[in-house]
């Protein structure tokens, strides 16, 4: 008898999720439609001030000081250059530098500390187009204001990790529709990339291999999960999904520092993550998604040399009920498989 749900564990983190295929049946099952929009004249990204740099579409780049005048990201020009991306502080942070690095203290039984770090916010021209919609050439200039950007704030000696993310749609926490990505550098290494640290440490010095490296080599022997790829990155559906339609983009070269890589491979990462996310909109009508860079962190960076960087792409194909939030168990309706055949058939 076919069992109707299989228990899978990630290799890297140990969690276990879910995959119940039964239930893709439901009515809207695995689509979620992204109608969250703001004209442009009402765009909130008007009137930023103090841009930190600009890109155009040249390849060219420029730092800007205060002497910048106010401006408005949809229609204007700054220094009369055709800029395509532009990297400005977040109006209201999450974490804010005061020029010291951060103290930790106690209160009563818990331990705390102030939120020092920085919050910077990377905006493409087009109002409209996302990632998805863009050119290889356009998205690589989004990815070197991620590298630049990474390299400059890596220098603070007060940063522990720097968190790369891009939050498309209402129900992926995005406020503005107009497309942009975020960097928050953190005094800390978050939870969620300790664990992932974690698990690949026990792999390494269990094995003596880069855990992603294994699995790699396994996905593209078999190829049941390969969603697309080039000379220099892959595209897979994890093995264990969280969520249905989840996807990562690792380079093919082991290397554990998104910061380091090339330009050649900057190029490449750009193709693979702009097919996929143009794959999800054809094939998911447009879903709400979050993408975030994993990467070894700046602090004791000389420990971390088994990791392996890549992105991760998580659709709002679902929504938590009680079962997952009381568990911590995902449950996806799709298995990977499924996922990776559907995709694989979308034409961009």
Same mark, same amino acid.
């Given at each position: 008898?076919?069992?109707?749900?299989?228990? !899978?564990?990630?290799?890297?983190?140990?969690?276990?999720?879910?995959? $119940?295929? #039964?239930?893709?049946?439901?009515?809207?099952?695995?689509?979620?439609?992204?109608?969250? *929009? +703001?004209?442009?004249?009402?765009?909130?990204?008007? &009137?930023?001030?103090?841009?930190?740099?600009? @890109?155009?579409?040249?390849?060219?780049?420029?730092?800007?000081?205060?002497?910048?005048?106010?401006?408005?990201?949809?229609?204007? !020009?700054?220094?009369?250059?055709?800029?395509?991306?532009?990297?400005?502080?977040?109006?209201?942070?999450?974490?804010?530098?005061?020029?010291?690095?951060?103290?930790?203290?106690?209160?009563?039984?818990? !331990?705390?500390? /102030?939120?020092?770090?920085?919050?910077?916010?990377?905006?493409?021209?087009?109002?409209?187009?996302?990632?998805?919609?863009?050119?290889?050439?356009?998205?690589?200039?989004?990815?070197? $204001?991620? +590298?630049?950007?990474?390299?400059?704030?890596?220098?603070? /000696?007060?940063?522990?990790?720097?968190?790369?993310?891009?939050?498309?749609?209402? &129900?992926? #926490?995005?406020?503005?529709?107009?497309?942009?990505?975020?960097?928050i550098a953190v005094p800390i290494?978050?939870?969620?990339?300790?664990?992932?640290?974690? #698990?690949?440490?026990?792999?390494f010095h269990k094995h003596k291999?880069?855990?992603?490296?294994?699995?790699?080599?396994?996905?593209?022997?078999?190829?049941?999960?390969?969603?697309?790829?080039?000379?220099?990155?892959?595209?897979?559906?994890? @093995?264990?999904?969280?969520?249905?339609?989840?996807?990562?983009?690792?380079?093919?070269?082991?290397?554990?520092?998104?910061?380091?890589?090339?330009?050649?491979?900057?190029?490449?990462?750009?193709n693979a993550l702009r097919i996929?996310?143009?794959?999800?909109?054809?094939?998911?009508?447009?879903?709400?998604?979050?993408?975030?860079?994993?990467?070894?962190?700046?602090?004791?960076? *000389?420990?971390?040399?088994? @990791?392996?960087?890549?992105?991760?792409?998580?659709?709002?194909?679902?929504?938590? $009920?009680?079962? &997952?939030?009381?568990?911590?168990?995902?449950? $996806?309706?799709?298995?990977?498989?499924?996922?990776?055949?559907?995709?694989?058939?979308?034409?961009?």
């Amino acid at each position: 008898m076919q069992p109707i749900s299989e228990l !899978r564990q990630d290799i890297v983190s140990g969690d276990w999720v879910v995959i $119940a295929v #039964g239930r893709s049946h439901r009515p809207h099952a695995g689509k979620k439609n992204s109608l969250f *929009k +703001q004209p442009a004249r009402l765009c909130p990204f008007k &009137e930023l001030a103090e841009p930190l740099v600009l @890109y155009t579409h040249d390849g060219a780049h420029e730092a800007l000081s205060r002497s910048a005048a106010s401006w408005h990201p949809c229609t204007s !020009r700054i220094r009369g250059a055709e800029w395509w991306v532009v990297v400005v502080p977040n109006k209201y942070p999450a974490f804010f530098s005061k020029g010291v690095c951060a103290v930790f203290r106690a209160k009563g039984p818990y !331990r705390l500390t /102030d939120g020092v770090g920085f919050h910077e916010v990377v905006i493409t021209k087009d109002h409209e187009r996302s990632i998805a919609e863009m050119s290889d050439e356009e998205v690589e200039l989004v990815l070197r $204001a991620y +590298q630049d950007r990474y390299l400059a704030l890596k220098k603070d /000696d007060c940063v522990k990790y720097i968190s790369v993310f891009h939050n498309h749609g209402r &129900e992926a #926490g995005a406020t503005i529709s107009h497309p942009h990505s975020q960097i928050i550098a953190v005094p800390i290494i978050p939870s969620d990339v300790g664990r992932s640290l974690k #698990g690949a440490s026990d792999f390494f010095h269990k094995h003596k291999q880069c855990v992603h490296c294994v699995i790699l080599e396994y996905e593209m022997k078999i190829k049941e999960r390969i969603v697309y790829e080039n000379d220099a990155c892959i595209v897979v559906t994890p @093995y264990a999904s969280r969520t249905a339609f989840e996807l990562r983009i690792y380079p093919k070269r082991h290397n554990a520092y998104f910061e380091e890589i090339p330009s050649g491979e900057r190029r490449a990462l750009a193709n693979a993550l702009r097919i996929t996310l143009a794959k999800l909109y054809g094939g998911l009508e447009n879903p709400d998604y979050n993408f975030f860079l994993h990467t070894a962190p700046i602090e004791g960076s *000389k420990e971390f040399g088994h @990791y392996h960087w890549h992105f991760e792409i998580l659709p709002k194909t679902s929504v938590w $009920a009680g079962f &997952e939030i009381g568990t911590g168990i995902e449950i $996806a309706v799709v298995t990977p498989e499924e996922a990776t055949e559907m995709l694989r058939k979308i034409k961009v």
